[in-house]
Nanobody, 125 residues
């Protein structure tokens, strides 16, 4: 098993920045591709950003490209999502995901192997 715990969510004003963290434990972290997904009220869970096990490949949803940055520190078993220029439409529960395949990198939800419980990000206008 792999356990994923997100943190860093909260209330932020539009235009502000926030960094989310995902702490992984239970298995060898460095072999997993990692990603962030989000789910707004009444919406489907959608892909936000993904990063390969080595950090050499990153992908972003069009809606956040240029504003968000995903990174990982395998020595600390941590994945981060730095969010800049936040907009009200970014408001959602943000989930950390892990996959042995590239699913978490390319945003294939159904093939991600592990999920965190989420952290809420609320962006006020």
């Amino acid at each position: 098993q792999v356990q994923l715990v997100e943190s860093g969510g909260g209330l932020v004003q539009a235009g502000g920045s926030l960094r989310l963290s995902c702490a992984a434990s239970g298995r060898t972290f460095s072999t997993y591709a990692m990603g962030w997904f989000r789910q707004a009220p009444g919406k489907e869970r959608e892909f936000v950003a993904g990063i390969s096990w080595s950090g050499g490949t990153v992908n972003y949803a069009d809606s956040v490209n240029g504003r968000f940055a995903i990174s990982r520190d395998n020595a600390k078993n941590m994945v981060y999502l730095t969010m800049n220029n936040l907009k009200p439409e970014d408001t959602a529960d943000y989930y950390c995901a892990a996959s042995l395949s590239n699913a978490a990198v390319v945003g294939t939800r159904l093939h991600c192997d592990y999920w965190g419980k989420g952290t809420l990000v609320t962006v006020s206008s």
